[in-house]
């Protein structure tokens, strides 16, 4: 099969097989070894997990099955102002609220 293009000064045409022959004549035949298996099909791409990407891994799984909200630290702070005893320091609450308006 020819590729033709028109409107191209001094285009030469490469049929299929010389094309192929082309190719071979490139490709290195160690290259082509290492790519394709003993059973004559293309080796696949494969990757290894370092350790250090191991452990972050798990780790992100773990943190991931966490819970949003921590309901122990809810059910504290519920019992404490039912009973009274949930004191609210005023001037840290304003402190953090001043230092929260100053990001924006």
Request: net charge negative; proline share 1%; no cysteine.
């Amino acid at each position: 099969m020819a590729i033709h293009f028109t409107g191209l000064s001094n285009q030469s045409t490469i049929n299929k097989s010389e094309r192929s022959q082309k190719d071979d004549a490139t490709g290195s035949a160690t290259e082509k070894q290492s790519a394709v298996q003993s059973g004559g099909t293309l080796a696949e791409d494969t990757v290894k997990l370092s350790g250090t990407a191991q452990t972050l891994q798990n780790q992100q799984a773990k943190i991931n099955n966490l819970p949003d909200v921590d309901m122990d630290k809810v059910e504290q702070i519920k019992n404490a102002i039912a009973a009274g005893e949930y004191k609210i320091d005023t001037q840290k609450l304003a402190n953090n609220m001043a230092s929260m308006d100053s990001l924006f």
